[in-house]
């Protein structure tokens, strides 16, 4: 069955350490790529998204997903995580012509 | 971005009511989306519901159980009928931005007793 998977249920880290999400799907067609994050007691936002060229791509507060095709990943990046960067996140991921699918989440939390 | 606002925020119902959730968006929208998340879970797509047509339903879900209305472009009901405990659950709604981008209501947290 075509899927979302992500790595890890639960990442705890502390200040200033560098943080990668792993995020793997089975779609092999053209897909439409994002992370959201939840913040305790807030709404999922959107953090990032991957549409098509530059396979490096930037979201808000210093994250960034690189999208590797070959091996069917959108892992998220943060060179140096804060402790305000504690919540669950996302990935997402949009086959054309389809809807969304979500992977289980990754909560992360980090420590002061 | 959309700006979404969904009523109410949370219930308890007692098993075997309904409740219809409300979703109000602040611009017109075609494409609108209900989401269920289960305690400590991802989402799970009920339906999608546009202006002007049925709601079409995911693997799962059912219409009788989960009716849907969806009388414009900015508004939107999702009614839980017959609740159980197992219904217990945050119910999201979410709306496309036209640029293949969800973007996702606060919420409203279902506790069933």
């Known amino acids: 069955a075509q899927s979302v998977s992500q790595h890890n249920h639960h990442v705890i880290l502390s200040e200033a350490a560098s943080l990668e999400l792993g995020c793997n799907y089975s779609?092999?067609?053209?897909?439409?790529l994002f992370w959201y994050v939840q913040y305790p007691g807030q709404h999922l936002q959107l953090l990032l998204k991957?549409?098509?060229?530059?396979?490096l791509v930037k979201g808000i507060k210093g994250f960034e997903a690189e999208f590797i095709k070959s091996k069917f990943s959108f892992n998220l990046r943060k060179p140096s995580v804060q402790w305000s960067d504690t919540a669950e996140y996302f990935c997402?991921?949009?086959?054309?012509?389809?809807?969304?699918?979500f992977g289980p989440g990754t909560r992360l939390s980090v420590l002061p | 971005s959309a700006v979404i606002s969904q009523k109410p925020s949370r219930d308890i119902c007692q098993r075997g009511t309904s409740l219809t959730i409300q979703c109000q968006v602040d611009?017109?929208?075609?494409?609108m989306f209900w989401y269920r998340q289960q305690p400590g879970q991802s989402l799970t797509l009920i339906a999608t519901?546009?202006?002007?047509?049925?709601?079409?339903?995911e693997s799962g879900f059912v219409i009788d159980k989960f009716p849907i209305s969806r009388p414009n472009l900015t508004f939107s009901t999702l009614t839980v009928s017959n609740m159980s405990p197992e219904d217990s659950s945050i119910y999201l709604c979410?709306?496309?931005?036209?640029?293949?981008?969800?973007?996702f209501g606060p919420g409203t947290r279902l506790t069933v007793t």
């Open positions: 991957y549409f098509s060229g530059d396979p």
């Open positions: 611009s017109q929208v075609t494409m």
């Open positions: 779609y092999g067609g053209t897909v439409n």
């Open positions: 979410s709306v496309d931005s036209g640029h293949a981008e969800q973007y």
């Open positions: 997402a991921v949009n086959p054309y012509g389809q809807n969304f699918v």
């Open positions: 519901a546009n202006q002007g047509s049925e709601a079409t339903y």
